[in-house]
């Protein structure tokens, strides 16, 4: 006997079994009128109650209910202990808008996929680059580095403190340690206390925002407005604070996202609205953060380092061009001097027409500076010294360790700078002019490699070894 067979015998029982329960049923058994209603009633109403059950479970939204509970689970304390999520609000058109054309330069443009694979996270391979963040080599390394070079200020100065933050006068008791080989636990902290920090200056130390991947749409997205999604711009949850352990404590909390995909543009975003979009274009002059290859601009090195996104390394403002003529609006440049510095050196660049790098950044208060040659050769270099800058005596002499945040870079690179010749008395004119002026340098074989040319820049005429140039340009 078939399947089928064996389903039709059966269903032809039941039918036998209801036909013969009617027939055999008594006058006396029969239900009433009223008796019948109610039942009809009954099973009506159960049919309406379900029926609404299967379309709630029809129009369930599933992503907005995990969107939900996530914002839930991603808010602050407040001062009396419970959740606090008043401050936190959907992004809009205008304000995706922004975002996207302050970037990239267009609300159809979007990120490349290495932009937004870029995250922050240690290498952990070598201990000898244990303090190190790792990157890729594409636009996204000049935030990174950018950052990493604000965490070296962090592990320095932590090396230089106790448990309350407080500076050790005794040399006999900082942990050197902390800053090259910090702990896991030590890592983590100093990263936390770095990007809450860069954000805070942003907000000029008064406020910031950090943006929160929700997973849907926030805003509705018509055809006629030619808005390109990019799958995050859109999908933005934003919290504000006015607190700075606050935001330390949602970024603790929520430290994985800036450590998976999408990590460094989320970090972006949250810089961008910290200082302001308003404040912001005001700092950029008609410039953008991000360039044509998706390299980090002078802006965004700017604004990581300093807390403004000038797009200039001048110091205060220029009034006049280098033909001595007035511009047509002033070039507003760096303020104040900075923790952080930077060296810049581009071998395309006329030596009439560099260029300029202010004091305010090229003698920052730390040993640390993010040096920049060109568009993409990017790296950094420090002294674990934090009298360095402040003692002529001891920049005589010293080494300036040298980290790109490539995983090529599998060695320990020290650069041994001597100041002590660098002085017109000591070296004949002509090799002055040739250690300042790369234009005399005639032939191919004279001129130094980009990197040693932008320390020059920094202590002109001063004797470089301990490295091969060459060498450390091929780790970029």
Avoid at 65 to 92: C, P
Avoid at 130 to 153: D, M
Avoid at 159 to 178: A, F, G, M, P, V
């Amino acid at each position: 006997m078939s399947l089928n067979d064996e389903w039709d015998e059966r269903a032809t029982s039941v039918s036998d079994i209801r036909i013969s329960s009617v027939v055999s049923m008594r006058p006396e058994d029969e239900l009433k009128d009223d008796e019948i209603k109610k039942i009809s009633e009954y099973y009506k109403n159960s049919r309406d109650e379900l029926q609404k059950k299967v379309n709630s479970l029809l129009n369930f939204n599933f992503s907005a209910h995990m969107a939900g509970r996530m914002a839930k689970s991603a808010s602050v304390k407040s001062e009396n202990g419970k959740n606090s999520t008043k401050d936190f609000k959907l992004i809009d058109l205008e304000t995706a808008i922004d975002l996207r054309e302050i970037t990239v330069g267009s609300k159809v443009y979007e990120f490349s996929n290495e932009w937004r694979r870029a995250k922050f996270f240690f290498r952990k391979s070598l201990e000898e680059f244990n303090y190190g963040l790792c990157a890729e080599k594409n636009g996204s390394r000049g935030l990174i580095l950018s950052v990493q070079a604000v965490l070296l200020k962090n592990l320095l100065l932590s090396s230089y403190q106790d448990i309350d933050r407080k500076l050790i006068k005794n040399d006999e008791l900082r942990n050197t340690r902390r800053m090259l080989k910090p702990t896991e636990v030590e890592k983590r902290d100093c990263l936390i206390r770095t990007l809450a920090e860069i954000l805070w200056n942003a907000g000029e130390k008064k406020s910031a925002a950090v943006v929160f991947n929700c997973g849907i749409n926030c805003f509705e997205i018509e055809p006629k407005l030619k808005y390109r999604t990019d799958g995050l711009t859109e999908k933005l949850y934003i919290y504000e604070f006015k607190i700075l352990s606050q935001l330390e404590e949602f970024v603790r909390k929520n430290l994985g996202m800036f450590q998976r995909d999408d990590g460094c543009m989320i970090f972006l975003y949250s810089l961008i609205l910290s200082r302001k979009i308003n404040k912001l274009k005001e700092d950029l002059q008609g410039h953008r953060l991000i360039g044509e290859m998706e390299e980090c601009k002078a802006s965004l090195f700017n604004l990581v380092l300093t807390g403004t996104a000038t797009p200039y390394f001048h110091n205060g403002s220029l009034v006049y061009d280098s033909a001595n003529k007035a511009l047509e609006k002033p070039l507003i440049g760096i303020k104040e001097r900075s923790d952080i510095g930077i060296l810049y050196w581009d071998s395309k660049e006329q030596d009439d027409s560099r260029t300029e790098v202010g004091s305010m950044l090229k003698t920052p208060k730390l040993p640390i500076w993010l040096v920049l040659l060109g568009k993409l050769h990017i790296a950094v270099v420090f002294n674990t010294n934090i009298e360095l800058i402040n003692n002529w005596r001891l920049e005589q002499n010293f080494y300036l360790h040298f980290y790109t945040g490539l995983r090529k870079q599998e060695c320990q690179a020290m650069i041994n700078i001597s100041t002590r010749n660098a002085t017109d008395l000591n070296v004949s004119p002509i090799e002055a002019i040739k250690a300042k002026y790369s234009k005399f340098k005639i032939n191919e074989e004279e001129k130094e490699p980009e990197i040693f040319e932008a320390i020059k820049s920094k202590w002109p005429g001063c004797n470089i070894s301990g490295q091969d140039g060459k060498e450390l340009m091929s780790l970029l």
